[in-house]
């Protein structure tokens, strides 16, 4: 850690606050305020406390959710998706056994962790949070420290409702500027990784600022956040302000009455001192920034959409990743075809994610030969946007409408491409197979899914509206 003589970083203060111990090994025991749990983990964490005999200690702040493997289709049960059945039996019995809230398949509150827990309001501003997936960050949005943890971790925090960790250095990103027409959060969070790398961040915690965060309204922020991982950080935050405030009164966890004025009180001193030391402190200006569309095969291989992409220079990684996505050194990316598109997961699958998405798509049609679906980040989220028409809005385009899951961010629903197709995403990872085996993933953010479904190749969707 660098010296701050006595001044303190927003994340020092959280940490500080919920330290319990430090282990001989060197890592601290941090206690966690609230943990979530999804199906693919929770049940071989369940088994583990079963051996030995343990409990989960604080069953009222443990809360499991079926996202991952639970199907998208209208009418879904258990065996909806053959995979996932063993899954989500398991997690529901786990629920029941150990004797926390589940929030199930056919639940009216059902969605992706990172989605229902801050719409729920259980994430507040100056608390920690554990969840076994490595985008736990998203909800550092509202001022709150996320770690995403192991099965082996997730145990522990289970049975003892603490975390044990190796204390992270301070990153802090300053976004200066103001983003122009049809770029997002998401153009933003590509290009902070394509611009630091994918280990920019490695064992850093970090802090978003400036005055593009603070124009962000919270989704946006969580998108942000989302993608902390994808550069290595351990955690991603926003120091909370009114707009996160605003956002979280009224919630179904929120405090209320003067619990909520208390809590206002202590939220608004959450911030870093002025003179406090980051151990990395970065300035990006985002005002010529373009929408952001991947080329390779992990989120830091990225550029402009007018952009063309590099070339190798032999470099073997670089020649790998441009071969498995059958484009060639120094082409140009716009109006390459489109096979799919897929809008939603926790990095865009929120109700302005779906507006930005049904701006472009209103009056259009999904161009022949693309296949077009969208699964919202919650059942919360799904009816939100049915009321507001959105819904009507896709099906007429042609796009289909699913229901809440992960879906396919991970294809671990059975939500998958096909080999060989070149699918526009706004997920957070374009890995080799991520959506598939042989599939080929672009990154971008939801206006610009929404331009390549009606139009069959990558738009920029700037030019779309023009037109």
């Given at each position: 850690m660098a010296e701050i003589s006595g001044k303190k970083t927003l994340f020092e203060k959280i940490w500080d606050a919920h330290?319990?111990?430090?282990?001989?090994?060197?890592?601290?025991?941090i206690y966690m305020d609230r943990t979530m749990v999804h199906e693919l983990h929770g049940p071989k964490a369940f088994e583990k406390l079963r051996k030995a005999?343990?409990?989960v200690r604080r069953p009222d702040l443990t809360f499991a959710v079926q996202d991952h493997t639970i199907a998208t289709r209208r009418g879904r049960d258990d065996t909806t998706n053959p995979e996932g059945t063993p899954f989500l039996r398991a997690q529901r019995a786990g629920a029941v056994e150990f004797g926390f809230r589940i929030f199930d398949v056919d639940d009216?509150?059902?969605?992706?962790?990172?989605?229902?827990?801050?719409?729920?309001?259980?994430?507040?501003?100056?608390?920690t949070h554990c969840v076994p997936d490595s985008h736990a960050a998203t909800v550092g949005a509202l001022g709150a420290l996320s770690f995403g943890c192991g099965t082996t971790e997730l145990e522990h925090v289970l049975a003892t409702q603490v975390l044990a960790m190796k204390r992270p250095k301070t990153m802090r990103i300053r976004l200066e500027g103001r983003l122009g027409r049809h770029v997002t959060a998401k153009d933003v969070a590509l290009h902070i990784i394509g611009t630091l790398g994918v280990s920019g961040a490695n064992g850093h915690a970090v802090e978003y600022a400036g005055p593009v965060v603070e124009a962000m309204g919270i989704e946006a922020r969580m998108t942000l956040c989302n993608l902390t991982v994808e550069m290595g950080g351990r955690t991603g935050f926003v120091a909370p302000d009114e707009t996160a405030f605003a956002w979280l009164e009224g919630r179904p966890f929120a405090p209320i009455g003067e619990d909520w004025a208390r809590a206002l009180e202590t939220w608004r001193m959450l911030?870093?001192?002025?003179?406090?030391?980051?151990?990395a402190d970065i300035v990006i200006d985002c005002s010529d920034l373009a929408p952001q569309v991947t080329w390779g095969t992990n989120p830091g291989q990225v550029t402009g959409v007018g952009g063309l992409v590099p070339a190798t220079q032999g470099d073997e990684a670089l020649d790998k990743a441009l071969g498995y996505m059958d484009i060639s050194p120094g082409a140009r990316l716009e109006g390459l075809k489109v096979d799919r598109v897929f809008i939603g997961s926790c990095t865009n699958g929120r109700i302005p994610d779906l507006e930005e998405a049904a701006a472009i798509v209103r009056g259009r049609k999904v161009a022949q030969g693309v296949i077009a679906?969208?699964?919202?980040?919650?059942?919360?989220?799904k009816r939100e946007a049915e009321a507001l028409g959105l819904d009507r809005v896709f099906i007429e385009a042609g796009f289909e409408?699913?229901?809440?899951?992960?879906?396919?961010?991970?294809?671990?629903?059975?939500?998958?491409?096909?080999p060989g197709e070149r699918v526009v995403s706004t997920t957070n990872r374009n890995f080799e197979g991520r959506q598939g085996p042989g599939v080929r993933t672009h990154l971008v953010s939801p206006a610009m899914a929404a331009a390549a479904a009606v139009t069959g190749v990558i738009t920029d969707v700037r030019k779309l509206e023009e037109a």
């Open positions: 330290f319990v111990a430090e282990r001989l090994d060197g890592r601290e025991i005999g343990r409990r009216p509150e059902q969605g992706i962790s990172h989605v229902i827990g801050p719409e729920l309001g259980m994430v507040l501003p100056g608390a911030r870093s001192d002025e003179d406090a030391v980051f151990d679906m969208i699964s919202p980040g919650s059942t919360i989220v409408w699913a229901e809440s899951a992960c879906s396919m961010c991970a294809g671990g629903n059975g939500d998958r491409g096909r």
